[in-house]
């Protein structure tokens, strides 16, 4: 793993940061987000980031569910097929971070 000095990481001399969320914007194919990420670091960001997502972690929550009592109808059985079209697995994400320091920027994955 490639670390960086807390410095640059920090951007000490008050730069203003550009991060690139890339969220699941690439829906899961990874050609896609290779370009994002190109696009981006030509475009001035800084960072690049992503959101880790595993579908198969997804709770069925009863209050989502037609009839339930929450704030939106969110059913269990098509939120798993919509958000399990937007997986990357840990090899992929590991290939986000080392395309990231490629292009010089500094990857960041939060969770879903």
């Known amino acids: ?13 008050n730069e203003t940061k550009v991060i690139a969320e890339f969220c699941q914007n690439h829906n899961g194919d ?5 370009r994002m990420i190109e696009e981006a670091s030509l475009g001035g960001a800084r960072y690049g980031k992503i959101q880790m997502l595993y579908s198969k972690e997804l709770t ?5 569910e037609v ?11 098509d939120e798993f097929a919509r ?7 840990a090899e992929l994400e590991s290939k986000f971070r ?6 010089n920027m500094i990857p960041m994955v939060t969770v879903f």
């Open 83 to 89: 958000l399990s079209k937007l997986d990357l697995n």
């Open 30 to 34: 990874f050609k896609t987000l290779e």
């Open 60 to 64: 069925k929550r009863p209050e989502f």
């Open 98 to 103: 080392k395309l990231c320091y490629e292009v």
């Open 67 to 77: 009839g339930g009592n929450g704030p939106f109808v969110r059913p269990y059985k």
């Open 1 to 13: 793993m490639n670390l960086q000095p807390i410095e640059r990481i920090l951007n000490l001399n």
